[in-house]
């Protein structure tokens, strides 16, 4: 099935795999879906929305088995101080729900911060914006695809 994630990387021209697992709507972790696809959970990426105090809206690309560091993404994006929107703002602001959240064909283009780790890997995954699918790409394609910015935006 084609989402319009996959369509948007389509359209670039931007290869890519489709990885697809089965969904335990009880447990939605980066972590578990690592373990469904076989890969590590530092390679696969998961989306946070973000909202900085200056910028707006952002989406946040971190490893699934990190913390997002607020105060590290704040200073990279241009804000004193960024938090994570709350749940019921993700599918209104986005057009997807939490398990399927992606920076690729969003409903707006909200600038996208990528953590620096995501380049010690050929390929990185993220989510093909719905539940039970991954999009296997390389960083630079992603953030080619997403205007992203590249950073240290984990704790460490």
């Known amino acids: 099935m084609k989402t319009n994630a996959a369509r948007l990387l389509d359209k670039l021209g931007i ?15 980066a972590e578990s879906t690592a373990q469904k ?9 998961k989306t946070l929305v973000v909202r900085g105090d200056t910028t707006g809206i952002c989406f946040a690309v971190v490893p699934g088995n990190a913390q997002l560091d607020l105060k590290a993404l704040a200073r990279i994006s241009g804000n004193r ?20 959240v992606t920076a690729l064909a969003s409903k707006k283009d909200y600038p996208v ?5 995501a380049t010690l890997f050929e390929q990185i995954t993220v989510s093909g914006g719905m539940r ?9 394609d992603y953030l080619y695809a997403v205007s992203g910015t590249l950073g240290a ?4």
């Open 37 to 45: 696809v076989g890969l590590p959970p530092e390679q696969v990426f």
């Open 113 to 117: 911060y990528l953590d620096e780790t």
């Open 81 to 100: 101080k960024v938090e994570t929107v709350a749940l019921k703002e993700v599918q209104p602001l986005t057009g997807y729900i939490r398990g399927g």
């Open 15 to 29: 290869p890519y795999q489709i990885l697809t697992y089965e969904v335990d709507p009880d447990d939605l972790a």
């Open 153 to 156: 935006i984990v704790q460490n």
């Open 132 to 140: 039970g699918m991954l999009l296997l790409l390389s960083p630079d």
